[in-house]
Each structure stands twice: as C-alpha cells, then as structure tokens.
C-alpha cells in the first residue's frame, strides 16, 4: 500500500489503549481467497470468485518487558483461556501525529504468534516479534 507510513519513527501501533513502543518494522499483509467455479461442464480451463479477504500484521520491536503494549500483547497471547469473549482488542496504525491527508488503519485482532531472538551482534539489543490476526473489519480512514 502506497500510503503506508514509510519511516519507522512515524509509526505508532496501539493495542487497545496501549502503544506498542521500541518498533523497528511493521508489515501489513492482505490477501483474498479464491474459491473454484468449476463445474464438470465448465471447460478446460479453471475459474474462480473473489473470497474473503485476510489481514496479518507483523510487528517486530526491541525487547521490552516493562512496555505496556508489548507486555499487553504478550499476556493476551499466553492468556490460559482458550477462547474468551473479549479475546479482540482494538488495533490502530499510522503516524505517530497524524496531519490532514494521513492514512490511519484500524480494526479488531488478537496475537497468533511470538518470538524472541537475540544475537551476538554486540549491541546487546534482543528483539520480539508478534503476529496479529486481524477479525473482522479492518478500515483505512483518511485524516481530515
């Protein structure tokens, strides 16, 4: 998406009313399903819908146990209960002071997935990556 905020020091994801803080990327995946509409007399050739659409975010960040949007996202994510009612948050991505003409993303998700590397590059940083599928909606508003 062309819109999409480039710089990383202009993107603020919040998680709920948390920011999700220390980001070094943030990627935002959309992908639509097929589905065949074949029947036996349709010919050689396959053909296909359009289906649903999916989003994903992944959002990787300097390790940070004392972040809140980090430690909001972890504990959602390794929450003991199966499924839950409330188990949606809100998600929210653009710049970090939105102007006239900026593109804000919103919908409704929950962590899929998360790791955490560290390395031996000798800046002694570690990183945590997050998955996040999106549920639902997922909305693209222009600021006014």
């Known amino acids: 998406m062309s819109d999409f905020p480039q710089r990383s020091d202009e993107v603020v994801l919040k998680y709920g009313s948390d920011v999700v803080g220390e980001i070094q990327s943030l990627s935002m995946n959309v992908a639509g399903n097929e589905i065949p509409a074949n029947s036996f007399d349709s010919g050689l050739f396959e053909k296909y819908i359009r289906g649903r659409l999916g989003v994903t975010l992944s959002v990787t960040c300097i390790l940070d146990?004392?972040?809140?949007?980090?430690?909001?996202?972890?504990?959602?994510m390794l929450d003991d209960e199966k499924i839950r009612p409330n188990q949606f948050d809100d998600f929210t991505i653009g710049k970090s002071e939105p102007t006239a003409g900026d593109v804000v993303y919103s919908g409704a998700g929950f962590p899929t997935s998360f790791s955490d590397e560290g390395g031996d590059d000798g800046d002694g940083l570690r990183t945590r990556t997050f998955e996040i599928r999106i549920s639902g909606e997922w909305a693209r508003t222009v600021t006014s």
């Open 65 to 76: 146990d004392t972040d809140d949007g980090q430690t909001a996202l972890l504990a959602d």
